[in-house]
């Protein structure tokens, strides 16, 4: 099956610095992904959709500047938190489209757990 | 718009009894629907999907979920539990291959 990786697993940075989580698709070519936060004991909030050579797409209530993804081939998207605040601890999942498939599945990563100090 | 509800935050059953976790969706056009699984500290997995076609779908772990248009429910079953099945899950819709909206999870309980 289509796997999606992400890295780092777990990232404990100090405040204001920056933050740079990798999403991979291993075994598929993905146009299109997604960056989702997941708040303790809460679902996932869409952040942005990321597409392959195009600006990202970010949800109403993200701040671009300070979330910034670049999608630069088919198969990494790359989640950048700039500036990190202790409020921005939080589990990041993202998830990729298969660009050759039907479309409706989307493939999630393992996530990645940022602390910031 | 879309979106999804699930009933009840948490639910709790007994090892071998019926599992039955409740979705229901608000979508402009035909929904995709899908319900993941998620473990502590990880990633979402599918457990089922429904497009088109037949409207009971059987996903992984023995779970079932059936499409109801008149009820825009899409609610997740499993005859049996099991100890492995404790975790959260989360129902799902998208419009075509667009991005999916998220209900807020059921966190699922098996008691010995």
């Known amino acids: 099956g289509a796997v999606v990786s992400q890295h780092p697993s777990r990232v404990i940075c100090k405040s204001g610095t920056s933050v740079k989580i990798e999403c991979r698709s291993l075994d598929f070519q993905a146009t299109t992904m997604f960056w989702y936060r997941q708040f303790p004991k809460k679902s996932l909030m869409l952040m942005a959709t990321?597409?392959?050579?195009?600006?990202?797409?970010?949800e109403q209530g993200v701040e671009k500047d300070k979330f910034l993804i670049n999608h630069a081939s088919l198969t990494l998207s790359t989640l950048t938190v700039t500036s990190a605040h202790p409020e921005d601890s939080s589990f990041y999942i993202c998830?990729?489209?298969?660009?050759?498939?039907?479309?409706?599945?989307?493939?999630f990563g393992p996530g990645t757990r940022l602390t910031v100090t | 718009a879309q979106s999804v509800t699930q009933l009840g935050s948490h639910v709790s059953v007994s090892e071998g009894a019926l599992v039955l976790l409740r979705c229901n969706y608000s979508?402009?056009?035909?929904?995709?629907l899908f319900w993941y699984v998620q473990y502590p500290n990880q990633g979402l997995q599918l457990l089922l999907k429904y497009t088109t076609g037949a409207t009971l779908v059987k996903g992984i772990n023995g779970f079932e979920a059936e499409f109801k248009k008149s009820e825009t429910s899409f609610h997740l079953t499993k005859p049996s539990a099991h100890m492995s099945d404790a975790a959260e899950y989360f129902c799902a819709v998208s419009r075509n291959a667009g991005k999916s909206t998220f209900g807020d999870g059921t966190t699922l309980t098996v008691k010995p």
């Open positions: 990321s597409n392959e050579g195009s600006k990202a797409t970010y």
């Open positions: 979508s402009s056009v035909p929904p995709y």
């Open positions: 998830s990729a489209r298969d660009s050759a498939g039907q479309g409706s599945e989307q493939y």
